[in-house]
């Protein structure tokens, strides 16, 4: 037993040897703490250090001239006759543009062919040129200045990811081009702008990622939602007002339960196959679809939907269903009336939260096809919005990623801030939600 | 500096207590004695368990909890900068009102004290401080056969005398009980009552009851609590035949509580 | 009529029932609510009801059954042989949907000579039966609805009892919307065990089962043991567990044991944020940031363990970031089960607080964090996208962590949208990996759902 009179004031050395081992304790849970915040920084760090690059890109303002002689040989500006001229007519007006601006700029050509420069320029550049003449014909003749997409080499370069020295082994763009962009920056005629075409364009071939935007693809996973919200949100309170309010214990509801809980940790890929067999090879609906997208996400957000519909059900304090049940409401009339709306922050907040889940589920979309194509054109209508092939923000950044090039990760990294982004607002609104309705009884 | 009396061996003088903005105890002064029981009287949410809590620093686990005043063991203040609550809490033993066996065997349960503290040199000293701890509780004939058995087994009242037979194997100088026995049937509250007789003929025993009779029954001295004051203070016989205020006697005859 | 247009004119159909039954139902009871046993609204839904639900059902049905029985009609059109072997019939019917879809494009793609012919033949035959059954299918769901209404007008009365029905119509409803959990879960093991009973006709399922090598080939000859991959899932599952149940469980620890409730109202939040973060993310950070990262300290050019940025241990040690606020939200919840009565005894009795937590709160607990920790293993085993994007593409049986490894997430995925044809072994073999991988995550659910339900019971 202890002494009973040692002080108080004199901890003995088995107290101080406790008290280093609860420090050691306390030490590694701040440890853990730090350890996950970091990671938490890192990856944010990370994400808006290599994504925001995407939210700027390189311009080169030209002035071209669009002689007649090659852009409407038969001098009648037929509509028909313009669109016969392919891209490959245009490419050398702008070669010749870039010379000029060269001169004016007071630097040599490095090149032997005026052709070379080309590669400052997007491959896109010529049919971007193409598309404003056959707009307007009139300009046929004189002379043009517009602004054109410059390559996404060149616009590495101002971003600080192409150097000389990573341009060494290429063969297409090499530091010479890098001496005709200096020039050009010193004129101001390369420049680089806010690029609004990255969050409202389409996806762009392989080789030209400083056109591509994801705009179109955001298209795609609102349609999605809008699915799984029109779905999953009155089918989870159907069956959350069953399971709460109306089920008896038996078998059934037992397995319904059971069922619940296991669907809300079934892998999300398992959501996959069963959309690609379900929907696409037995339905028949079509592959890539926004709908089929929708579908899939539905089956995949209701067990969450439902779990957090029920609790919010649940928090309903019986007192109020007595006192419905009290005045000769019926059963049904009582949960319509008086639970739902009272239970419906709670709902509107555990939907929200689902709906965020499913704007970032990526791997079942990866087997329903909505990878793997280049979704180039905005949908032309609101069917087409859910029926016709598109992608989704997480397909569309996982298909960048997969492109493996510098500029195209930057383009990855610029769709998951967007991505994250609405997560956030989706979550806030959630917060906001709960906080502003928070009821206690 | 040191006001503490000597020859009291828990002295409390002018002790406030705060919950957040809740002024739950207010300037309350006693002196308890040592071998003897105290206890504490009032009606409900009139400070006496948190005054109870101050007395080993319990408090200190609650994050909103402000104490001030001065409380000391022995003459030493419990509150000076060199004092562990740690070790503080080895000499002040506490029981509380729901009985809480560890999800451990009834050995293990009374022997956990003895193991952090470091108290047995050996497995046989170990053995030797359960079973002595167990018959002060007067357990050790119901469980001798059954020291594997896990604690939270037995009955309610077996439960409560397993906790206090846990607080009793570190040895404490004083021991605090929070309503040891307002969860437990009549008989096993009687044999609660038999065993806090026993212990405060060793070391100090400080009970909180919301009984007047129980008060009555185990208690030397007695205070009153109203409403976070200390009312009044002094022997049991006194304050129950004829108190001095009138609040208490009005408690006493129940028209307040 | 493609159900688009046929929809609203149901819908269209309902809201005038409604409304004819509510005033039918007035003017019965002479005008005066009172009269009726129900609410006239009630009338007009029980109405409504009786146009909508049976021709709705009806259409369902139909849309089911027709692809069925069209496959049916246009496979009587195929010799006996192709019929029979395995694999040849569900190849053909993919391209006869396809030519049926756009006619143009069978020219290059459905080959040459008499298979081109017969399959344009039944491609045709294919359309002509579903343009004839879908112009049936909507006459009988129109004649269906109109049925229903008029049903349901003539039976109005004033002592019929309109609610009851149809809040007797609804609770079937709500229990048909609570029934959709065990269709899907059925849908599931339906969607693959049909490809995986057909896996196995091609491919022997003990090869499968047992076999050690992953070796693809879409010209024939593919070696598809499931040992490698399933290597491959548990060894990057271990690492990533091995990372975020410790620092997991002492954040859990620290955040509801020590912190003070400021740090913790700040705290809490921020774990979750991480928790809501699209696995897109922590793929596109193993593919970029932490693979190439590892790659300069181990690669050729560091310590040479590494031949590439691809790795288990990329995979493992983002997933293991990734499942940090799954275990420490899992484990907050059960440490803050535990009763403070017990935290209290031990305090009492002069304990230290990690001692409290060592000896009597993690003892008690630890029922409720095993379960945790296997619903953690559960998540890491399912998860695809990071292992697809940082763990490589080799199957390997190998103990470096710094190899390539795959599993079985991965595979299923690059099996499914390569080039191959849906009938293949090749293809097929993903749903056999499917079922494999959900029986697996249902297995360690239940357990971990079970153990986990158990120790709540324990303390409520």
């Not at chain 2, 809490?89 to 952090?116: D, L």
């Not at chain 3, 029979?84 to 949907?97: H, K, N, Q």
């Not at chain 3, 769901?141 to 009365?157: D, K, M, N, Q």
Request: with cysteine; proline share 6%.
């Amino acid at each position: 037993m202890s002494a009973p009179n040692k002080s108080l004031f004199t901890p003995g050395p088995r107290t101080r040897a406790r008290n280093r081992a609860e420090a050691r304790f306390r030490a590694s849970g701040l440890a853990a703490i730090l350890a996950a915040l970091a990671f938490l920084t890192g990856l944010m760090g990370i994400i808006l250090h290599d994504g925001a690059p995407a939210f700027r890109q390189a311009f080169v303002t030209l002035t071209v001239e669009l002689p007649e002689e090659r852009l409407d040989p038969n001098g009648n500006r037929d509509p028909a006759d313009l669109a016969r001229v392919t891209t490959f007519k245009y490419a050398p007006l702008l070669d010749a543009a870039l010379l000029r601006a060269l001169e004016e700029a007071g630097a040599e050509n490095p090149f032997a062919k005026a052709k070379k420069l080309r590669a400052l320029l997007s491959k896109g550049a010529p049919a971007q040129l193409r598309a404003r003449v056959l707009a307007e014909p009139e300009l046929i003749g004189g002379s043009l200045t517009m602004r054109f997409l410059a390559s996404a080499r060149a616009d590495g370069y101002l971003k600080g990811r192409v150097t000389r020295e990573s341009l060494a082994r290429e063969r297409k763009f090499t530091p010479a081009h890098l001496d005709v962009a200096d020039a050009l920056l010193g004129s101001g005629l390369l420049e680089s702008r806010f690029n609004l075409a990255f969050l409202t364009g389409s996806d762009a071939s392989e080789s030209r990622p400083e056109a591509a935007g994801i705009g179109t693809a955001a298209l795609g996973s609102l349609a999605m939602m809008l699915v799984v919200l029109a779905l999953a949100l009155p089918i989870g309170v159907a069956a959350s007002v069953y399971l709460e309010e109306f089920a008896p214990q038996n078998r059934l509801t037992d397995l319904i339960e059971v069922n619940i809980a296991n669907l809300a940790a079934v892998p999300s890929i398992v959501f996959g196959i069963l959309g690609l067999a379900l929907f696409i090879q037995f339905a028949g609906l079509p592959q890539s679809a926004p709908l089929v997208g929708g579908l899939v996400l539905t089956l995949m957000t209701l067990p969450t939907i439902i779990i957090s519909t029920r609790a919010a059900l649940r928090a309903v304090p019986p007192s109020i269903r007595e006192a419905a049940l009290g005045v000769g409401a019926s059963r049904m009339q009582t949960v319509f009336h008086h639970v739902l709306p009272l239970a419906m922050p709670g709902i509107l907040t555990g939907t929200i939260i689902g709906l965020a889940q499913a704007l970032g589920e990526t791997a079942p979309l990866l087997l329903i096809g909505m990878i793997g194509f280049v979704a180039t054109n905005p949908p032309a209508s609101p069917a087409e919005a859910f029926l016709a092939p598109n992608s989704a923000m997480p397909a569309q950044i996982y298909e960048w990623a997969r492109r493996a090039d510098p500029a195209w990760y930057e383009r990855a990294w610029g769709g998951i801030i967007l991505l994250i982004g609405f997560l956030l607002a989706m979550n806030l609104a959630a917060i906001l939600l709960r906080r502003r309705f928070e009821r206690r009884w | 500096m040191n006001n503490c009396s000597q020859d009291t061996k828990v002295t409390a003088k002018n002790v406030n207590v705060w919950y957040g903005d809740n002024h739950a105890i207010k300037d309350v002064s006693v002196d308890i004695s040592d071998r003897m029981v105290t206890a504490f009287i009032g009606p409900s949410g009139c400070g006496k368990s948190t005054f109870l809590r101050c007395l080993n620093r319990m408090n200190d686990t609650i994050p909103t909890c402000r104490v001030e005043g001065e409380l000391c063991l022995d003459g030493e203040d419990i509150h000076d900068a060199r004092v562990d609550p740690v070790e503080l809490r080895a000499r002040v033993g506490m029981v509380f009102q729901k009985p809480n066996p560890f999800p451990k065997s009834i050995y293990e349960n009374v022997a956990y004290g003895p193991r952090i503290h470091g108290l047995a040199r050996s497995r046989a000293e170990l053995d030797e401080i359960v079973e002595k701890s167990l018959r002060r509780a007067a357990l050790w004939d119901e469980v001798k056969d059954r020291l594997q058995a896990p604690g939270t087994g037995l009955s309610g009242g077996q439960q409560q005398r397993l906790c206090i037979a846990r607080a009793v194997a570190t040895g404490p100088e004083v021991l605090l009980m929070d309503e040891p026995a307002s969860a437990l049937d009549p008989i096993a509250t009687a044999q609660i009552e038999e065993l806090i007789d026993e212990l405060g003929r060793s070391i100090a025993v400080v009970i909180v009851t919301h009984s007047m009779q129980q008060a009555a029954r185990v208690s030397q001295r007695t205070a009153f609590f109203h409403l976070g004051d200390l009312v009044e203070y002094g022997e049991t016989d006194q304050i129950f035949t004829n108190p001095a205020d009138s609040r208490t006697e009005a408690y006493i005859t129940g028209r307040i509580g | 009529m493609p159900a688009s247009s046929l929809l609203p004119i149901l819908a269209a159909l309902a809201a005038l029932g409604f409304v004819a039954g509510r005033r039918r139902a007035l003017s019965l009871a002479g005008g005066d609510a009172r009269g009726l046993h129900s609410l006239p609204a009630h009338y007009g839904a029980e109405v409504a009801l009786f146009t909508l639900l049976p021709a709705l059902a009806l259409l369902a049905l139909w849309s089911l059954a027709t692809p069925l029985a069209v496959n049916h009609l246009v496979a009587g059109e195929f010799p006996a042989e192709t019929r029979a072997e395995p694999g040849a019939m569900s190849l053909a019917m993919s391209d006869i949907r396809r030519l049926a879809a756009e006619p143009d494009a069978g020219q290059g793609s459905a080959g040459q000579g008499t298979r081109a012919a017969s399959l344009q033949e039944a491609a045709r035959l294919y359309s002509t039966l579903r343009a004839r059954a879908s112009g049936l299918a909507s006459l009988t769901v129109l004649l269906t609805a109109l049925a229903g209404l008029g049903y349901a007008l003539w039976r109005i009365h004033p002592r019929r009892r309109a609610r009851s029905h149809v809040e007797a119509i609804l609770e079937s409803l709500l229990i048909g919307a609570a029934t959709l959990a065990i269709l899907t879960t059925l849908g599931i093991v339906a969607s693959m065990l049909s490809g995986t009973i057909e896996f196995f006709r091609l491919y022997p399922a003990g090869d499968f089962f047992f076999g050690t090598i992953w070796a693809p080939s879409f010209g024939g000859g593919s070696r598809l043991g499931i040992l490698p991959l399933l290597w491959g899932t548990l060894y990057i599952s271990l690492i990533a567990l091995a990372v975020a149940v410790p620092i997991g469980l002492f954040a859990a620890i620290y955040l509801s044991e020590y912190a003070s409730p400021a740090a913790r109202a700040l705290l809490k939040p921020l774990l979750e944020l991480l928790a809501g973060i699209p696995t897109i993310v922590y793929g596109l950070l193993a593919l970029v940031t932490v693979g190439p990262a590892l790659a300069r300290v181990f690669g050729d050019e560091g310590l040479g363990w590494m031949q590439g940025a691809s790795a288990a241990i990329t995979a493992g040690l983002v997933m293991g970031g990734m499942l940090i606020p799954f275990v420490s939200s899992l484990s907050d919840d059960i440490l803050n089960a535990v009763p403070q009565a017990l935290r209290d005894g031990s305090l009492g009795l002069g304990a230290t607080r990690s001692e409290t937590l060592r000896l009597v709160v993690l003892p008690a607990a630890l029922p409720g964090i095993v379960g945790a920790i296997l619903l953690a293993a559960s998540r890491a085993i399912g998860e695809t996208m990071i292992v697809v994007m940082g763990a490589g593409a080799a199957a390997r049986l190998s103990l470096n962590p710094f190899d390539a490894m795959t599993t079985i997430t991965a595979k299923i995925v690059s099996q499914l949208t390569g080039d191959a044809d849906f009938a293949s072994a090749e293809a097929l073999v993903a749903f056999a990996l499917g079922m494999t991988l959900f029986v697996l995550t249902l297995g360690l659910n239940v357990l971990a759902l079970h153990v986990v339900r158990k120790y709540r019971e324990q303390y409520e």
